[in-house]
């Protein structure tokens, strides 16, 4: 015969069907902590702004550079003007200075003439001082003014030169102070050609900027090779 459970007692271990209720199962979906959404937020927008300025052109940006280039425009039209006065103030100061330097070594000739005395090649040489002084200074400006007042420069320089060669034929023995004459007129004559080159840039940068034809010519004579100036009238071509 079989055996029997008794109906009141129940195994150990065994549970009845359903129970106890099996445990609610976890969502998969977890809420986000806040910083992670706003950092992602926040890493949207930049991605937002980088692109939405690569897809377009900046306006304050070219705004800016045709505001620097009007800038510039304006600096170097004053700084033509302020250029165009201390050449032709140089003009009237040097002016006697080539007229004694002539006399003593005619320009385009070989054999030279009286020389100078000390007392004339010191104050050439005071006043080429005070003409180089004048143009050291070099205030930023566009190629084309920056070629004029460099030529202007060195021409002045070159002068200068020529003064300090004078000064050594003036104190040099007899037999060497012709040849030395001689190479202080070729000096003088270089910085002629230099100072005629540089005003015809000087011309240029004039009627550029509006103020027309500028002649500024030192007195050199064709025997210099010096450049002439055109034959425009002066200041014609204003705007």
């Known amino acids: 015969m079989s055996r029997t459970v008794p109906s009141g007692r129940a195994r150990v271990g065994k549970t009845s069907r359903g129970w106890p209720p099996p445990a609610p199962a976890r969502s998969a979906l977890r809420p986000w902590p806040v910083a992670a959404v706003v950092t992602a937020f926040a890493l949207g927008l930049a991605v937002a702004f980088a692109i939405g ?3 377009t052109p900046a306006p304050t940006a070219e705004q800016n550079i ?4 009007r800038s510039d425009a304006e600096r170097d039209v004053k700084q033509v003007a302020t250029l165009t006065e201390l050449a032709r103030g140089g003009v009237d100061r040097l002016a006697p200075v080539l007229t004694g330097m002539a006399v003593a070594m005619p320009v385009g ?3 030279p003439g009286p020389p100078p005395t000390p007392a004339a090649v010191n104050g050439w040489r005071d006043v080429l001082s005070a003409e180089v002084a004048k143009h050291a200074d070099a ?6 003014v920056n070629v004029a007042r460099g030529g202007l420069r060195a021409a002045v320089q070159q002068l200068a030169q020529a003064v300090e060669m004078f000064a050594v ?3 040099a023995p007899d037999q060497l102070r012709g040849q030395l004459m001689t190479l202080a007129g070729e000096q003088r004559t270089l910085a002629l050609r230099t100072w005629s080159v540089a ?12 103020y027309g ?3 500024v010519v030192l007195p050199a004579g064709p025997e210099a090779g010096a450049i002439e100036p055109d034959s425009a009238p002066e200041g014609s071509g204003r705007r």
């Open 53 to 55: 300025a690569m897809a």
């Open 66 to 69: 045709a505001a620097m280039q």
């Open 109 to 111: 000739q070989k054999t």
């Open 139 to 144: 205030p930023s400006a566009g190629t084309a």
């Open 169 to 171: 034929a003036v104190a």
């Open 199 to 210: 005003g015809v840039q000087l011309d240029v940068i004039n009627i550029d900027a509006g």
């Open 213 to 215: 034809h500028a002649h």
